[in-house]
T-cell receptor, first 117, second 112 residues
């Protein structure tokens, strides 16, 4: 089982709709979760981080974390064509033997989102 | 501030050739990372440097070496390139006190 898995895409939604992106992770004790956006040919950029169960909202973006079910999701409300990109879920796995993880990220494979006018 | 810079942007190598990918950051970050990105596989960590003077292996270190030259610079070396190393390579950095990593523009490497 992959450590971080995302729902297979590509995902296509009409402009103005809600886009829902999902991610599951295998290690129950993971504590830090991130969503990165990557435009074609560009580098990833962080759009959301979440550490506690529940919802975290930032503008049109809402991240949801459920540690009991080991999933994290990203909702994009009022989707725009400019939201068309690959969305990468990333997790900082737990460190070994009580040490620090040094911020190492484990990424999912990404979900391609297309928002059509 | 330039942020994280990488050179070169594109490179074509023949099997067995060597090269070094350069990365520099001007944000006074402690930690630096090298990832590779292959189609359908997300990003995978090759090596990282938690602080100046330290380096450690990530998920896919075979065939690579790294050098943390100083606090600003972190290079990735391919000693004998193989077609399996064809990929996009990203360097990233972050401050010690946060989890936010900032990525460079990437190097697109093709090994023939």
């Amino acid at each position: 089982q992959k450590e971080v898995e995302q729902n297979s895409g590509p995902l296509s939604v009409p402009e103005g709709a809600i886009a829902s992106l999902n991610c599951t992770y295998s290690d129950r004790v993971s504590q830090s979760f991130f969503w990165y956006r990557q435009y074609s040919g560009k580098s990833p950029e962080l759009i959301m981080s979440i550490y506690s169960n529940g919802d975290k909202e930032d503008g049109r973006f809402t991240a949801q974390l459920n540690k009991a079910s080991q999933y994290v999701s990203l909702l994009i409300r009022d989707s725009q064509p400019s939201d068309s990109a690959t969305y990468l879920c990333a997790v900082i796995p737990p460190s070994n033997a009580g040490g620090t993880s040094y911020g190492k990220l484990t990424f999912g494979q990404g979900t391609i989102l297309t928002v059509h006018p | 501030n330039a942020g994280v810079t990488q050179t070169p942007k594109f490179q074509v190598l023949k099997t067995g050739q060597s090269m070094t990918l350069q990365c520099a950051q001007d944000m006074n970050h402690n930690s630096m990372y090298w990832y590779r990105q292959d189609p359908g596989m997300g990003l995978r960590l090759i090596y990282y440097s938690a602080s100046e003077g330290t380096t450690d292996k990530g998920e896919v270190p075979n065939g690579y070496n790294v050098s943390r030259l100083n606090k600003r610079e972190f290079s990735l070396r391919l000693e004998s390139a193989a077609p399996s190393q064809t990929s996009v390579y990203f360097c990233a950095s972050k401050r010690a006190s946060t989890d936010t990593q900032y990525f460079g523009p990437g190097t697109r490497l093709t090994v023939l």
